[in-house]
Every structure is written in C-alpha cells, then in structure tokens.
C-alpha cells in the first residue's frame, strides 16, 4: 500500500468493554488498551447498515467502512460499520507490553506499532490505495460467545475512552452520543445493545466512583450497566488521570499483565486502572499484588467491574479502604425506566413504568428487551426474550455450577434469610451458602434486625424458579416440602402464605390442610393476592374435598382485585355469601369441621346482610351445637370456632343484646393466641364500642389500649375491623364534649351510608354530634340521606330501629317539632327502652307535665339495664322535673345522685339536656357543684333544645274526625257514621283545620299523618 507522507499503524484489540466491546484478532488476542482520558474532541457518528440498499452511512473516527466481499455478506447482513472521520493529530500512540502471538505482531511488546505491508494483523486486510486504509469488522463481531474483529486504522490508533464508547454507541444503536437509540436488527438473540449512558448513571453510585477510594468493586450481572456506568464516569475526570482498561477474560495472565502496566508508568502519576469481567480474576498471587499497589500507589485507583461478590473485598478488609458498588444501585428507578422509555420513544404512564419496574426489579437489559417489543403499553408486558436472554445467557454465563445450583434451589422461595440457608441448605454452613448465592451477581445482601437476608430481583426469581423446576422436578418438590415445614413451625412476616404457598407447590396436601385450618383468617385476610394465586394451582380434585378453599378462592380474588372501603367491601362479603350458597349442600357429615364453620358463618353473615337478625342467630345456635358434637369426637376446628363467636357477638350487637354481644367477644379474646390478631382486633374494637355504649368510657379506653397491640393496618379488613373503635372513641369524645375529637372519628367512618355492620351506630353518633354543634335544620336532611340508602328491613329491625328513632326525634325536638317527635317515637314502646324513654320525658316537661316526665324517668332511673348515660340524663331531667313540681329537697337529693354519677363515669353531655340557669338551681339546691373545667365546658355548650313545646291536643271528637278523614270517607259518610248532621261534621272539621293549620282536606291529612294524630295515644297535656 503506498504511503503519502503518513505513517501507518495497524491496531487489534480484544475487550468487550471499552475501547470496542467484543472487539480482537483472530487468533492471540491483544489483551490491553491504554489512553490519556480527554484527549479526544467531540465526534459525530452515523451508522450504515450492510444489508441490500438500505444502508446507512455513518461518519466516525477516521475510519471508513469496507463494504463486505460476497462470501462475507450472508454473515454481515446485521452487522453495523463504521465509516469515515480525521481524527485529531494531537492523539499519540502508548507502548504496553502484551502476551500477543506472532500472527498479531512479529515480535516484541508493542501494541501499536508501524505496519508497511499490504497484510496487517490476521484477520484484516489493507484495502485502498492512500494513506488512509478502511476499517473493516469480522463477521464474527457479533458471534456467540466471543465477538471479535480485528482492523487498522491511520495516522493514530485509538486511545481514549471517548473515542471507545463512541465506537460502543456507534454499535449499539446511539446514533448522536445522548442515548437516543435507533431500533435495528440483531445479530443473534443474546447480543444486547449497550445502554444509553444518562440512563445508567446513578448518582449513588457515581458518588461512591468519585471517593477514588483505593480499591472500588462495582457489582452487577450482565446488563445491569457495570461498564457503561464507569466508562462514562471516565470520560469526566481531569487531563491529568490516566486510565488503563483490562479485560479479565479467563485464560489470561493478568499477573503479567498488570506489572508490565503500572510498572512503566511512575508512582506519581495519577492512574485509573479498570478491570472488566473481573469474576474470572481470582487468582490469589494476582489479588494480593492489586492490593499491594493499591497500597503502595496512592495515586492508583483500582476499579473491577464483577458480575458477582469478589474474594478482593474479604482481603483488602483492613488493609486498604474498600468501597463497593452494589447491584442494587445500579438497578432503574420508576423515573429512570420512564426516562428509558423516552429514549426508545415508547409511550409509557407512570403506572405502566411501575408495572415494569416491579415485574423487572429495575434490571436495565431486561427493561430495554421489554421496552423495544412493547408495542401496546396496556396489554401484557412482551417478557419471552427477556426471559429467554436471561435463561441462555446469564444461567449459562455463570462459571461456577455449585453456585448457581444453590441460587437456583433458593429462588423457589421469596425470602432467603440467614436461618434458614442454615436450617436447609445441604452440607454449607449459613455463612458460605448465603457467599455462594451472593457470588452469582443474582441476588443481593441485605441486613434487617439480626438477621442476613438475599434477595433476588422478581424477574430474576421467576427466570431461575421455572428454570430449576423443569430441570428438576422431585428435587423441586421435595425443597417446597422443606420449606413449607419451615415456615409453617416458625413466626415471621408472610411466613403463613409462603407455608401455604410451598406445601401446595410441594403437594403436601396434609400439611396444606393443617396450615389452612390454623392460619386460614391470616391468609385471607393479609394475604389475599397470594392465596388466590395458590388455590388457583390447586388440582380441581384436591378441591373437591376442601370446600373451604373453594370459598376463600373467591373471596380472595374479590378482596384483592375489585374492593374498596368505599362500599364497605360489599363485593368481598357477597363473594362470601354465594360461594357458601354454592357449596352448602354438602351434607354436614362429608365436611371437615373447619370447613363447616367457613360455610356456617357464611350463612350467617349472608342473613344478617338481609336483615333477618332472628334468623342468623337461629342458624349460629345451630352450627353451634354441631361444632361441639364434632370437637368432642375429636376434631379441631382451628381458628374457624372462635370466628364463628365473633360473628355472632356483631349479631348481638346489631340486635342491641349488648351483655350477650360482650361475653361472645370476650371468648374470642380469651383465645386469642388461636385466633388471628384480625378477630382479636375486631373483638377488642367491638368492646370498646360495647362499653362507650354503656356509658363506661374508661373500660372502653381499656380496650382501645389492648387493640392497639393488634394493629391490622396492612389487611384489607382494617377499616370494617377498627369501625368499632371509631365509634368508641367518637362517643367518649362526644360524653366528654370534644367536638373536634368527635369529628375526627365522624371522618374516619362516613355519613352511614356505606352498608357497614355498624352502620346504625354511625348514624346516631352523627346526629348526637349535629345536635350538639348548632343548628340542627341540616342534620334531619343529612340522617335521611344516610337512612336512604340502606334496605327498610335493615332500618326497621334490631338495634337500627331504636337507634334511628333516637335520632330523629332529639333532632325534631331541638327544631320544636314536638308532634313529629312524639309520632317517631309513640309506637316503640319507649317507656320500656331507656334510650327511647329520654325524649318522652322531656317531651312531657317541655310540653308543661313535670309530672309525668317524672313518673317516667325515676322508674328508669332504678332499672338495672339502664346504661350510665341513659341513666345519668334520666336523673337530670327527674331533678328538673321535681323542681318544678315544688318538691325541691327532692330535686336536691336525685341532683346529688346524678353528680355522684358524673364523677364515676365522667359524662358531660347529659348535663347539657336543660338551660344554664335551670342548671344553677339544681346545683345551688343540691348544695354540691361541678368542677370549673366541666363547668366551662358546658357554658361552650349551650342546652340545644327549647325551653317550651306547645302540642296539639284534641279532643275526643276530634280524634275520630281524624281517624275517619285518615280512611279517606266523605262528610256524608262520616256524618252517617257519626250519627250527626252534615252541618255539624262540617263546623267539627272547621275546628280540627283550626288546631292543624291548615285550610284543606288534604293539608289535614297531611298533617295528620307526620304527626301521628290518626293513632294518638296517650298523649301529655297542652
């Protein structure tokens, strides 16, 4: 080749990382490159494609593209060249010593050296005519596994790391240099193009590069940016550091290599030295010299780049400062894989970026194989090639079969910890089984409390579970055995479902029914998603005989895919109902007693949601008296017993049997260490309510204090099992009168109408704090709303009744609507309920008949299943009642009993049922006082009721005409049915309007029919 003034130097390299990833001659590689880090200018590349016409030109380097020779084509179809760029004059040329063989240099330790001959290195040739020869790449670039090629180039080699990672995008698709990448063919399917640099760049991990501490271990399997991350932090540092680049693929002597390096250069010269693949160097005699240079040179900053733990970190342990880059820091954020996502021009949402993310552990190679197939962000994420390529590149790259046998093995669970390598791995101590996983590069060590943890990427786990179980199917039946056993004898975090979960991969089917009977609430209730998952493997045989898990199938599915708080996990509790519909005609005796007791509260719960409260408790006696028939003959029940006595105490609670509601959550307390801390919880909430409801606010704090120890803020069950709570904790506010705690628990638990259990209890304790906060004309509009959107039956039965009657009449009362009130509340009986006989009595004291309003309320007031705030208020009114009678030594005395009261059970708000001044009298009588706080407290809240109600009295007469009118008759009928004359109905009709206010026949009948007058009963005199 004729020569222009212009040396000519040939160049062959062999480094998968820069300068050129894969790059080298064919026979003995070069094993070296070497470069001052800056001293390249900016360049501009363009890649051409070699296939038919479509070919792209590309200018880089000083290079130019050789255009393959027909035998060459088939093998370069997808192969990316590089064309034509002068480079710089200022870039010189280094001498490092290399192990090469003949065919790449005659003799002697020259990398670069001057070549005149036509031939160059093997595997080259000198195409053109002029001082610039071209470049051309081997069709074994991009073979599997080695990637090689060899080439020349004029006037100066290549030197820096600019230029390598130039030549790096050049390949990979990142056509300017910024990460953009064009999507083109690949060779083969294992060759992943290298990642666009600002997406690699962590700044965790770029701050610990920056430390230059003497010794940095950057850790990470293949694709997670290891090389890309260093090579680009390179490119940043100053003139004055030098960087020396080694491969340590295996087979080379790095030994040599690395003395012939350094030892040319001077101490005082700052170098970087980077050692790539740097887990085939482990060599002893080799790590103990890196050391001892890195000790020595402290201007050396030695940089490996190793898919996996390497043994430099235990022996430079206090000899030399030591920092490592985790894998973990290298892995993608959310933000990041979005940032990617751009890059590829992918359309991506913020929830897609996470669904990637949590599926792909932030692995960067992986996320980019997902990325570029995606072709509808919404459908299912494209996984096979990222599988693929994980599966016959990673497994297989990994050198070292025990440890990747063992990674293997304890991917089939998700949590490695440090007992349990221990307790199951086979001949290794915990200490050398979690270094042997660690050293595969494929999971990572994390330390919580005491103990050591690995943990493997999702992606990674999944790849290397389904790997291990197809390779070996007995082996992986037999460690799911061990594990079930494993988790299944000790406490921890999720241990239930990986029980669970591995004794049904393991087909241990007794051992699953053993932890499905002890632990079935903890599965359902904490771990929906994992136990739908499980049962969904279950063969349809094994279910046939296990009804039970055929129920939590669909109750899991629904709680963990279609519910929400919103509608009070009514989705959930109707996919209860219908499967133990389904199911329950099985006859009791075919059953397993466990299973029995999830059917029988099913029902349960399916009649009580119907309102049918009489009905639930019929069919709990019933399976009740069954259960123990089949305890006593030896069976056991699990946690699915005391559930039953849970459900149950809510029977009794919605039917206002509040003592039988107590003793059956107190059962369920007692067995507490059986029965998840879920029943527990909801048990110790239900009798906090149970108390505060009694007028007991400290018992009630008592057990608010136990359930705290029951936290269940991770189930889904948390907001139906903490309403109880809520509502203790908003009663005893309101008792007390703190408004704003009550509002606080008001916010926490809605309007009432979300069709809760509680629901009723929500709604009274809204309107007693409307009451007391002001005006009341919105409240009636807001409990009508909340009353609205429930079934009748459930307003009108149990507990709801009283509750709501309650309600609506105070805040009729408090608007002056005494009629209306004395409507809601005439036809219940309220002289027997303590709760209704409270706004009786004061409908007769504020109607003028403190006579009857005290016969009424010190009947009560003696009564044994009066609660404390009933009772307390009813005593209050009695003491009005008497004053107001003129017996005021009696007032006096049932003031006293009503303050002796107060200082038990510390209610205030029973207090505020009379005016301030009425208040003083009864104190100022009774000789006795409240304490100055109490008393400012109530002067902040006023008596919210009138001080009179004047009530529609009629007369005998007139009480007929409004029964007759109610029927619909016409004045011709009722005077027939009267025995009067037509004038006479009519001037008796006159009068009735007169009293109802009203001027027509159907106002009347309006009227008559709010406020009870077609059936009055005994009603208190105007």
């Not at 939590?552 to 996919?575: H, I, K, L, N, Q």
Request: hydrophobic share 40%; charged share 25%.
């Amino acid at each position: 080749m004729a020569s222009r003034g212009r040396p000519v130097y040939a160049l062959s390299l062999t480094t998968p990382c820069p300068p050129v990833p894969g790059l080298g001659c064919r026979e003995a590689p070069c094993r070296s490159w070497t470069g001052r880090v800056g001293d390249s200018q900016q360049f501009s590349s363009e890649v051409r494609s070699t296939s038919g016409a479509s070919r792209q030109r590309a200018r880089f380097l000083g290079l130019r593209s050789h255009r393959p020779s027909t035998d060459d084509r088939d093998h370069t179809k997808s192969v990316r060249e590089i064309t034509r760029h002068r480079l710089r004059p200022r870039l010189r040329t280094e001498q490092v010593g290399t192990t090469c063989g003949a065919r790449c240099h005659e003799s002697g330790p020259l990398l670069v050296r001057q070549a005149g001959r036509r031939h160059g290195p093997a595997g080259s040739k000198i195409q053109g005519r002029s001082s610039r020869p071209s470049l051309r790449l081997s069709p074994r670039l991009f073979r599997a596994p080695a990637r090689e090629a060899s080439w020349m180039t004029s006037e100066r080699p290549l030197q820096t790391p600019h230029q390598a990672a130039a030549l790096q995008i050049a390949i990979s698709g990142d056509l300017n240099g910024t990460g953009e990448s064009s999507r083109m063919q690949r060779p083969h399917a294992n060759w992943i193009p290298r990642l666009p640099q600002h997406i690699v760049q962590q700044r965790r991990a770029r701050a610990l590069l920056d430390r230059r501490a003497p010794i940095t271990v950057v850790l990470g399997h293949q694709g997670y940016g290891k090389t890309t991350l260093v090579n680009a932090w390179l490119r940043e540092q100053p003139d004055r550091s030098e960087a020396i680049w080694l491969n340590a693929r295996a087979g080379l002597d790095l030994t040599e290599m690395v003395s012939r390096t350094l030892d040319q250069r001077p101490k005082s010269d700052r170098t970087i030295l980077v050692i790539d693949d740097a887990h085939h160097a482990r060599d002893q005699t080799l790590l103990g010299e890196l050391i001892e240079r890195a000790r020595c040179r402290h201007q050396l900053h030695l940089v490996l780049c190793s898919r996996g733990s390497h043994p430099i970190e235990p022996l430079a342990d206090g000899v030399v400062e030591t920092t490592t880059i985790s894998a973990r820091r290298l892995l993608l954020t959310v933000d990041q894989v979005l940032d990617f996502a751009a890059v590829l021009n992918v359309p991506l949402s913020t929830d897609q970026a996470r669904r990637i993310h949590t599926e792909l552990g932030g692995w960067a190679a992986a996320v980019r194989l997902v990325l570029e197939e995606i072709e509808d962000p919404g459908t299912e994420l494209p996984l096979s090639r990222a599988r693929h390529y994980l599966r016959d590149a990673l497994l297989s790259g990994t050198s070292d079969t025990r440890a990747l046998s063992a990674a293997m093995e304890f991917s089939l669970t998700e949590r490695v910890t440090h007992v349990l390598i221990r307790d199951i791995a086979d001949g290794d101590g915990p200490e050398d089984g979690v270094r042997l996983i660690e050293s595969t590069g494929l999971a990572e060590r994390q330390y919580v409390d005491d103990d050591v943890i690995l943990t493997f990427p999702p992606f990674i786990r999944e790849v290397l579970r389904a790997a291990f179980t197809r390779q070996r199917p007995a082996r992986a039946r037999s460690l799911h055995r061990r594990l079930a056993q494993w988790f299944a004898t000790r406490q921890g975090p999720s241990h239930s479902a990986l029980a669970f979960s591995h004794a049904a991969a393991g087909e241990d089917w007794q051992l699953l029914d053993e932890i499905w009977r002890r632990e079935s609430t903890t599965l359902l209730f904490e771990h929906p998603h994992a136990l739908a998952s499980t049962i969904a493997t279950i063969p349809e045989d094994v279910l046939d005989y296990r009804p039970g898990l055929s129920v939590a199938y669909d109750v899991s599915r629904a709680a963990a895919v279609a519910d929400t708080d919103e509608d009070g996990r009514m989705v959930t509790v109707r996919a209860y109902i219908q499967a133990t519909q389904r199911l329950s005609q099985q006859p009791p005796g075919q059953v397993p007693v466990h299973d029995l007791l999830v059917l029988g509260i099913g029902r349960i719960v399916g009649q009580r949601v119907d309102g049918c409260f009489t009905a639930a408790d019929q069919a709990a006696d019933d399976l009740e008296r069954v259960v123990e028939e089949r305890v006593a003959a030896g069976e056991e029940p699990g946690d699915g017993l005391h559930w039953l006595h849970l459900q149950r105490g809510i029977t009794h609670t919605l039917r206002g049997e509040h003592a039988a509601a107590a003793h059956r959550y107190r059962l369920v307390w007692q067995h507490r260490g059986v029965a998840t801390r879920h029943g527990a919880a909801t048990a110790t909430a239900n009798l906090a309510l149970t108390h505060a409801l009694w007028g007991d606010p400290q018992s009630a704090q008592n057990w608010l204090d136990r359930r705290a120890d029951l936290e269940t803020g991770g189930s889904w069950m948390h907001a139906l099992s903490s309403m109880g709570a809520q509502l203790a904790v908003g009663m005893s506010a309101l008792d007390r009168l703190d408004l704003g705690a009550c509002q606080e628990a008001l916010n926490a638990l809605g309007d009432g109408s979300t069709p809760t259990d509680l629901w009723p209890y929500v709604v009274y304790l809204r309107a007693r704090h409307d009451l007391h906060r002001g005006p009341s004309s919105s409240a009636l509009a807001v409990l009508d709303a909340a009353v609205g959107g429930h079934h009748p039956r459930l307003a009108q039965g149990g507990a709801a009744r009283v509750l709501l009657a309650r309600a609506r009449a105070d805040l009729l009362l408090a608007q002056g609507q005494g009629e209306r009130a004395r409507a809601v509340i005439s036809g219940l009986d309220p002289e027997g309920s303590p709760m209704l006989a409270i706004p009786l009595v004061r409908l007769h004291l504020l109607a003028g008949d403190p006579f009857e309003a005290f016969r009424i309320a010190e009947i009560l007031t003696w009564q044994a299943t009066t609660d404390n705030r009933s009772r307390q208020e009813l005593l209050v009114l009695a003491a009005v009642s008497a004053y107001r009678m003129g017996d005021h030594v009696l007032s006096a005395d049932i003031t006293r009993r009503a303050l002796a009261l107060y200082r038990h059970t510390r209610l205030l708000a029973p207090f505020t049922c009379v005016s301030d001044d009425e208040l003083d009298r009864l104190f100022t009588g009774a000789g006795e006082w409240l304490d100055v706080g109490a008393i400012d407290t109530l002067r902040r809240h006023p008596n919210p009721f009138p001080e009179r109600l004047t009530l529609i009295h009629l007369t005998p007469r007139e009480q007929v005409l409004a029964d007759t009118l109610a029927s619909g008759a016409s004045r011709q009928e009722i005077a027939d049915q009267l025995f009067v004359s037509i004038n006479t109905v009519r001037t008796q009709l006159a009068a009735l309007y007169r009293k109802l206010n009203v001027n027509t026949r159907e106002a009347a009948l309006v009227q008559i029919a709010e406020l009870g007058l077609s059936h009055a009963a005994s009603a208190p005199k105007s």
